[in-house]
């Protein structure tokens, strides 16, 4: 099974600052079929990035994603307050296997 | 507008059974592949179950292999998961989510509220 492992733990950061999150997997993940999920306390996750560069529908373009193999990226250009969340990204080229999430908090 | 609904959730003793049900509405339920996902309290998300849309093929986590089963009911536009044997830690949020489009391989693109189990003596 295909492990994800994402970093950092906890991003410490202002509104208006550029987030860079990293999730990596223990093995290639096939076709890029890697997403990521965006959640607030109390609520569902919300698909935000899939294919590891497509925005979801409604997704605002200061999200993007990158990366391909066993390296993938989530960038959110500039932080809005609603974007302080958990972070999750997902393979499903092989299983379903969730990584175990970054904080974005406010600084 | 595109909605998931779960039920079932309860607070039940270790060994015994549980069934939740998710109600899809606002979309064609019977071309679209399903999940259950869950959460422990505090914790990450961990997915539990796969199915196809016609419920012809599916997966299972490692960690309910055996004892949870992921079923389907296309005439209600129902999904379910029968769990069994249910453990400490099974105790969490579980949410059904809807496949993006019709392969299996896809990422969960509507999530429902989420139902809690609660597993404790």
């Known amino acids: 099974e295909i492990v994800l492992t994402q970093s950092p733990g906890t991003l410490s950061l202002s509104p208006g600052e550029r987030a860079t999150l990293s999730c990596r997997a223990s093995q290639t993940v096939s076709s890029s079929y890697l997403a990521w999920y965006q959640q607030k306390p109390g609520q569902a996750p919300r698909l935000l990035i899939y294919g590891a560069s497509s925005r979801a529908t409604g997704i605002p373009d200061r999200f993007s994603g990158s990366g391909s193999g066993t390296d993938f990226t989530l960038t959110i250009s500039r932080l809005e307050p609603e974007d302080f969340a958990v972070y999750y990204c997902q393979q499903y080229g092989s299983s379903f296997t969730f990584g175990p999430g970054t904080k974005v908090d406010i600084k | 507008q595109v909605q998931l609904v779960e039920s079932g959730g309860g607070v039940v003793q270790p060994g015994m059974s549980l069934r939740l049900s998710c109600a899809a509405s606002g979309f064609t339920f019977s071309i679209s592949g399903m999940y259950w996902v869950r959460q422990a309290p505090g914790k990450g998300l961990e997915w539990v179950a796969v199915?196809?849309?016609?419920?012809?093929?599916?997966h299972y986590a490692d960690s309910v292999k055996g004892r949870f089963t992921i079923s389907r009911d296309n005439s209600k536009d129902t999904l379910y998961l029968q769990m069994s044997s249910l453990r400490v830690e099974d105790t969490a949020v579980y949410y059904c989510?809807?496949?993006?489009?019709?392969?299996?391989?896809?990422?969960?693109?509507?999530w429902g509220q989420g139902t809690m189990v609660t597993v404790s003596s």
């Open positions: 199915i196809s849309y016609d419920g012809s093929n599916n």
């Open positions: 989510a809807k496949k993006k489009s019709g392969t299996y391989y896809e990422p969960c693109d509507v």
